[in-house]
């Protein structure tokens, strides 16, 4: 079945580091995938998707590409800010499927 | 446009109670699911539904009963709340595969606690 494999947290990085969390996935056909950000005591909200191979989401800073010959959607910013501080989770779709499927989340804190 | 919204945001039962979590979107979405999640497993799919009047389960269902009599709203019922079911439940809606946006949209949350 599908399934998605992000990088373990926490995450600690300064303000201004680059960041890169992992996210691989299985998959039969052409899924979309997703990231999605959570801030402290609030719910889900989408922060990039792509829908299919080569593709590129971008947002806010943040950019992941859609790798089908690695299986992977990794999400990276060139320069986080304290506001970055959240949790992080990579998520897939199939393309005849009713559910998404999320990984675990990464928890992303950011030091000034 | 409220987008996805969900009554109540706190709540403390006693084991043995009963409760339903509303949700509710005024997106026209044709999916709706609910979560639960815990910390350190991510977000874990409880039930959902692509349409009114079809629900599914989904990994964890045990103790959850859920029904979608209209497109609009998808409660989630404990019918005997255990301690285990002590969580944040999220409520999300899509469109169906095949739209041009395909993302879920969550509601904020409900905190539960069961003692």
């Known amino acids: 079945g599908n399934s998605v494999t992000q990088m373990e947290g926490p995450v600690t990085l300064s303000e201004e580091a680059f960041l890169t969390i992992n996210c691989t996935y299985t998959a039969t056909g052409y899924p979309s995938l997703f990231w999605y950000v959570q801030y402290p005591g609030e719910g889900l909200q989408l922060l990039l998707k792509?829908?299919?191979?080569?593709d590129k989401g971008s947002n806010k800073g943040f950019e992941a590409t859609y790798r089908k010959e690695t299986t992977s959607f990794h999400l990276e910013k060139g320069s986080v800010q304290v506001s970055d501080s959240a949790v992080y989770f990579c998520?897939?779709?199939?393309?005849?499927?009713?559910?998404?499927?999320f990984g675990s989340g990464t928890r992303l804190s950011i030091r000034p | 446009n409220a987008g996805v919204t969900q009554t109540p945001k706190f709540q403390v039962l006693k084991t043995g109670q009963s409760m339903t979590l509303q949700c509710a979107q005024d997106m026209n979405h044709e999916y709706m699911s609910w979560y639960r999640q815990d910390p350190g497993m991510g977000l874990r799919l409880i039930h959902y539904s692509v349409g009114a009047g079809i629900t599914d389960q989904g990994e964890v269902p045990n103790g959850y009963n859920v029904s979608r009599s209209t497109t609009e709203d998808f409660p989630l019922r404990l019918l005997s709340a255990a301690p285990s079911q002590t969580s944040v439940y999220f409520c999300a809606s899509s469109p169906r595969p095949g739209t041009s946006t395909y993302e879920q949209y969550f509601g904020p949350g409900t905190r539960l606690t069961v003692t």
């Open positions: 998520a897939l779709r199939g393309s005849s499927a009713s559910k998404i499927i």
């Open positions: 792509a829908t299919k191979a080569d």
